[in-house]
C-alpha cells in the first residue's frame, strides 16, 4: 500500500515492467537455455577436505570414460594463464586449487564431454590425495589460530576505496577497520549504566532460482562469454587481466538474470569456462545445481560484540563494537564489506564516543560475500537487538528510547559525516504510527502468546564507483538506452527507461533498453547494493539530457526555429536529406567521496546518500512448541522520491520475505567444514505459508538531493529491521532473548524451557 500519491509524469508512473510480457510468456533469454555448435559442457570435481596440500590428483580413469573430451586440472590451466588467480579485493582465489585446497567443495578439476552425464561420471572418478591441515571454521576463533588460511596475499588493487589493502602476514585478517571517535573509556566511567552484549549471525544461501552459469564461446577476435553476472564490465576487466589481453578482444554478454542478489558479483564461474574454452578450443558452458551453490558463494557469519554506556536521563554516552565477518577460504568483495558496513556498527543514533574494530577474516568454509544489504543486516540485528534489551532494562518504552537518542538531519554520524536527506525518525514515526504503537496490546492467553518489536536501520551506500550511459535517438525518433546495468529483478531496465522519458517527454514504454554487452554497451562497476538507481540514474539522466541537448543543437543547424513543433524525423531529414543519422547522448557520473583517515576512521564524506528501512512485527508464539507466526509486517523506507512506486513496493516486500527466511529457519549446517543440508530438501528457504497475511509497506516522504529526480535505492533497505524487530516481539511475548540466528521454533522452544527452569537437554 503506497499513502502518498507520486507526481503524474513519467517520473513516478506505477507502469508495469517492460520486459514483464516476455518472463510471463516464458520468451525471455537466460544463459541456462543457451545452446552453441560444438559446446562443451563442464562438471567439476570437488575437495572433500577443508583444508590440505594436494598430493597428486589422478584424472585416469577419468579419461577413460566413454565420450569424455577431456579433464584439466589446475596446472592444465596453467598452461593457458600461469597465474590463474583472481578477485576483486584480493587475487587469492584459483581457477582450479593449485597445490592446496582451503575449503570443502573448492573446485580440483573439471570433464568436459558434449553429454552432461558423461563428464558428471568422469568428474566423479577423479581421485585426489591430500596432506590434511588443521583448520579453522569460526570468525572469532580464525583471530588467533595457528591454521593460517593464506601463506601469500596480494592485494587487487582494482577499487580506489581498496587501495590501501594489504593483509596482515601470518594471520587470517584480510582487513581491519578501525574508528575512534570521542574518548568512549571516559564515557564507560562515567556512565550511570553499562551494556554489554554479544550477538551472532548465521550463514546462509543467496539462493536465486537460476542457477550460477556461464558459456565462453573462442572467436576470431578473441573470446565471448554470456554469462549470469551482475558485473560484465568487471569481468572483461578481470578475463582481460588474467590473459594478459586487451580488453576489447573480451565480449561479455548477459541476458536476462533469474534472481542475483550478489551471488553473481564480480568473478564466479567465467574465469573458468575461458580457461577451458581456450584448452578445449570449443565452446564450453558451466552450470550449477542448486546443491554446488552452496560450496560458491555464502553469506557472512558473523559476531558482533557490543558495549554501551547510558546516562541517567537514557542517552547512550558511548559505544564500542567489535565485528567479526568469517569470509571463508577466499575473500571476495568481504573486505568492502567489513570496512563499509563496520562503520555504521554503532547503529542510527547520536552517540558521542565510538570505538569501532571491524575484522575480515579468512576460515575453511565457502567464500563469503554481499548478500542484499552488504552486511548491514547482521549489524542491525545486533544493535536494535542490543537498543531493546537497554529499553527493557531501563524501563523505557523501545520506540521512546529510540527516539531519544536518534540520528537526526544535520547531525554527524559516528565516522564524522553529516547525516543529509536520510529520514531516519520520519521511518521510525511511520513504522509506530502503523503499528498503532501507544494503544493497548492484546498479548494473548493460554499456551499463545503475543508480542511485537521494532527495528530500523541505516546503510551508506558503496562509494566512490563509475556508471556510464548512452542514450540514441534513432532518425525516426525512437530511443535506445545503452547501459550496463543488470536488471536481476528489481525493476531497473523500466525505472531507468523512465527517467529518459521524463527527460525527453516521451512514453516510457517506447524506450528500448539494451542489455548489457560489453562491446555495445558502456562500463558500469556493478549491479549491487542498491546503487543502480543513483549512481547510473544520474548517468542515464545526464546522457539523455546530453541527447536532448544535441537534438535541439542539430535542429538550430537546419534553421529549425526555437520552440518549433517539428518531428524529430523531420529534423533528421533537414539535415541528412532522408530519414539517416542518429544522435548519441553520453552520461557518466561518479561521486564525490573522502576515504576515512586511516588512524582514525573518521571522513567528513563516506556516502553520496544513506538508505534507510524500518520494520514492525506482530507475532503469535506457542509455548508448547516454540513455534512463532507473524500475524503482521510493517515495512518503512526511505528511498527518497520513487521513480516506479509499484516496484518500490514490491521491492520492499520482496526484501522483506527474504530476510524473513534468514531471520527463522535458513542456515548452512557444517560438520567439519562439510555442509550437511546442501539441498533443498534440507535447506529450507520461505514457502507462502512462511509470509504473513498482513503485509504494509510504506514508503516515506522524502527527497534525495543529488539523486535523479530526487531519487536514492531502495532493494535492501526492508531487509535491515526484519530479524531485530521479531526477536524484540518474542522476548515481548514470552520475556527470552535470543542472541543466536536463526530464530527456530527448537532455539525459542530451549529459551522457554530454560527460562521455566525445566531445560531440554541436548
Not at 551471488?263 to 565452446?283: D, S
Not at 558495549?307 to 571463508?328: E, F, I, L, P
Not at 576515504?595 to 556516502?607: C, E, F, R
Request: a neutral charge; charged letters at 20%.
Amino acid at each position: 500500500m503506497i499513502h502518498k500519491p507520486m507526481p503524474a509524469g513519467q517520473v513516478g508512473r506505477s507502469l508495469p515492467r517492460l520486459e514483464a510480457r516476455q518472463k510471463v510468456t516464458g520468451r525471455a533469454d537466460y544463459v541456462h537455455n543457451m545452446r552453441v555448435p560444438g559446446m562443451l559442457v563442464a562438471k567439476v570435481a570437488r575437495s572433500s577436505m577443508a583444508h590440505g596440500r594436494i598430493v597428486s590428483i589422478d584424472v585416469s580413469a577419468a579419461r577413460q570414460v566413454d565420450g569424455v573430451f577431456a579433464v584439466y586440472t589446475g596446472e592444465d590451466i596453467q598452461r593457458i594463464i600461469p597465474e590463474p588467480y583472481y578477485g576483486p579485493a584480493f587475487h587469492d582465489q584459483p581457477i582450479l586449487a593449485l597445490g592446496k585446497v582451503r575449503y570443502v567443495g573448492e573446485p580440483v578439476a573439471v570433464a568436459l564431454a558434449l553429454d552432461p552425464h558423461v563428464a558428471e561420471r568422469a568428474a566423479q572418478l577423479v581421485e585426489v590425495e591430500y596432506e590434511e591441515f588443521p583448520a579453522v571454521f569460526d570468525e572469532v576463533e580464525a583471530m588467533d589460530t595457528k591454521a593460517i588460511v593464506h601463506d601469500v596475499l596480494k592485494p587487487a588493487g582494482t577499487f580506489p576505496d581498496l587501495k590501501h589493502l594489504h593483509g596482515k602476514k601470518n594471520t587470517n585478517i584480510a582487513l581491519d577497520f578501525h574508528l575512534k571517535r570521542g574518548d568512549v573509556e571516559k564515557a564507560f566511567a562515567d556512565a550511570a549504566h553499562v551494556f554489554e552484549h554479544e550477538f551472532r549471525t548465521q550463514p546462509v544461501m543467496h539462493t536465486p532460482l537460476e542457477p550460477m552459469v556461464s558459456l565462453a564461446e573462442p572467436t576470431p577476435h578473441g573470446l565471448t562469454i554470456h554469462t549470469a553476472s551482475q558485473s560484465p564490465s568487471f569481468v572483461r576487466i578481470e578475463i582481460a587481466r588474467l590473459l594478459g589481453w586487451p580488453e576489447n578482444k573480451v565480449q561479455v554478454k548477459v541476458p536476462h538474470l533469474g534472481g542475483g542478489f550478489g551471488a553473481k558479483l564480480y568473478i564466479k564461474l567465467e574465469a573458468l569456462v575461458t580457461a577451458l574454452a581456450l584448452l578445449a578450443k570449443r565452446p564450453v558452458k558451466l552450470s550449477l545445481t542448486m546443491e554446488e551453490q552452496f560450496y560458491t558463494i555464502t553469506k557472512h557469519a558473523t559476531t558482533l560484540k557490543i558495549k554501551s554506556a547510558v546516562d541517567g536521563a537514557g542517552q547512550v554516552t558511548g559505544r564500542r563494537c567489535t565485528v567479526y565477518w568469517n569470509g571463508g577460504a577466499y575473500a571476495d568483495i568481504g573486505p568492502r564489506v567489513t570496512q563499509k558496513s563496520g562503520f555504521t556498527a554503532p547503529g542510527p543514533y547520536d552517540i558521542e564516543n565510538v570505538a569501532i574494530d571491524s575484522y575480515a577474516l579468512y576460515t575453511n568454509r565457502p567464500p563469503a560475500g554481499a548478500l542484499r544489504g552488504f552486511g548491514i543486516p547482521q549489524l542491525v540485528w545486533a544493535y536494535e537487538s542490543h537498543t531493546d534489551l537497554i529499553a527493557r532494562a531501563l524501563n523505557i518504552d523501545p520506540v521512546e528510547f529510540r527516539r531519544k537518542n536518534i540520528l537526526r538531519e544535520g547531525l554527524p554520524q559516528a565516522t564524522g559525516t553529516i547525516m543529509k536527506d536520510a529520514a531516519i525518525d520520519l521511518v521510525l514515526e511511520k513504522v509506530a504510527e502503523r503499528m498503532n504503537w501507544s494503544a493497548p496490546f492484546d498479548r494473548g492467553n493460554g499456551t499463545v502468546r503475543r508480542g511485537r518489536g521494532v527495528g530500523i536501520g541505516f546503510k551508506a551506500s558503496i562509494s566512490p564507483t563509475t556508471s556510464v550511459a548512452f542514450v540514441n535517438i534513432y532518425a525516426d525518433g525512437s530511443c535506445a538506452l545503452h547501459m550496463s546495468t543488470v536488471d536481476m529483478g528489481q525493476g531497473s531496465d523500466t525505472a531507468m527507461a523512465q527517467i529518459v522519458a521524463e527527460v525527453l517527454r516521451v512514453q516510457a514504454e517506447t524506450i528500448r533498453v539494451i542489455h548489457p554487452d560489453t562491446d555495445v554497451t558502456p562500463y558500469d562497476m556493478a549491479t549491487l547494493g542498491s546503487r543502480s538507481t543513483y549512481h547510473m540514474g544520474n548517468a542515464v539522466k545526464l546522457a539523455a539530457e546530453d541527447a536532448k541537448q544535441k537534438l535541439e543543437a542539430l535542429a538550430r543547424s537546419v534553421g529549425v526555429p526555437e520552440g518549433a513543433n517539428l518531428e524529430t524525423r523531420e529534423i533528421f531529414k533537414k539535415k541528412y536529406g532522408m530519414q539517416a543519422g542518429n544522435v548519441m547522448g553520453v552520461g557518466s557520473y561518479i561521486p564525490t567521496y573522502q576515504s576515512p583517515d586511516p588512524a582514525t576512521g573518521m571522513s567528513d564524506n563516506i556516502t553520496p546518500f544513506w538508505m534507510v528501512g524500518g520494520t514492525g512485527v506482530e507475532i503469535e508464539v506457542d509455548t508448547e512448541t516454540g513455534h512463532v507466526r507473524l500475524t503482521k509486517l510493517i515495512n518503512a523506507a526511505d528511498m527518497g522520491r520513487p521513480l516506479n512506486p509499484r516496484i518500490v513496493e514490491t521491492q520492499l516486500s520482496g526484501a522483506a520475505i527474504m530476510q524473513l527466511g534468514f531471520t527463522m529457519f535458513e542456515n548452512m549446517e557444517f560438520d567439519a567444514g562439510q555442509v550437511t543440508n546442501a539441498s533443498f530438501a534440507d535447506y529450507k528457504i520461505p514457502g507462502i505459508h512462511d509470509i504473513p497475511s498482513d503485509i504494509e509497506n510504506h514508503i516515506v516522504a522524502a527527497n534525495q538531493s543529488g539523486g535523479p529526480f530526487g531519487a536514492k535505492g531502495v532493494g535492501e533497505s526492508a531487509t535491515f529491521g526484519v530479524s531485530p524487530a521479531i526477536a524484540n516481539a518474542i522476548h515481548d511475548a514470552v520475556g527470552i532473548r535470543l542472541t543466536d540466528l536463526p530464530l527456530s521454533a527448537e532455539s525459542v522452544l530451549r529459551g522457554i524451557r530454560l527460562k521455566a527452569g525445566n531445560p531440554i537437554g541436548d
